[in-house]
C-alpha cells in the first residue's frame, strides 16, 4: 500500500493544523503518525486501528492532537490544536501491524513526510 501524507504547513503558536494520509487503496492496517525534528530521532506520536476503534497517543501530546479515520476515503487524520514551537518537525504517516507497535523499526510501509513549521 503506498500512503500519501498531506496538509503541512507554517502556523502560529496557538494554532490548528489537520493532515491527512492517504492510502492508495482499502487497507486495514493501523496507520500511526511519527515526527522527526532536525537533528532529532522519528518519534511516534499517534496510532489508530484498522478499524478506526481505537487510538493511542504520546503521553505528551494527548489532549492536543486527535487521530481519525474514514475507511469510506482510505484516509486517516491528525488534528492537531495549541500547536507549539516544539511541534515543528516533518510528519510521517505509516501503516502498522497494529496499534501496540510505536517504534518506527515496527513500521509496514511509510508515506512521504509533510513539513510542519509552528512560529512563535
Known amino acids: 500500500v503506498q500512503l500519501q501524507a498531506s496538509g503541512g504547513g507554517l502556523v502560529q503558536a496557538g494554532g490548528s493544523l489537520r493532515l491527512s494520509c492517504t492510502a492508495s487503496r482499502r487497507t486495514s492496517y493501523a496507520i500511526g503518525w511519527f515526527r522527526q525534528a532536525p537533528g532529532m530521532e522519528r518519534e511516534f506520536v499517534s496510532v489508530i486501528s484498522g478499524d478506526g476503534r481505537s487510538t493511542y497517543y504520546a503521553d505528551s501530546l494527548k489532549g492536543r492532537f486527535t487521530i481519525s479515520r474514514d475507511n469510506t476515503k482510505n484516509t486517516v487524520y491528525l488534528q492537531m490544536n495549541s500547536l507549539k514551537p516544539e511541534d515543528t518537525a516533518v510528519y510521517y504517516c505509516?501503516?502498522?501491524?497494529?496499534?501496540?507497535?510505536?517504534?518506527?523499526?515496527?513500521?509496514?510501509?511509510w508515506g512521504q513526510g509533510t513539513q510542519v513549521t509552528v512560529s512563535s
Open positions: 505509516a501503516a502498522l501491524p497494529n496499534i501496540a507497535t510505536r517504534q518506527p523499526a515496527g513500521v509496514f510501509y
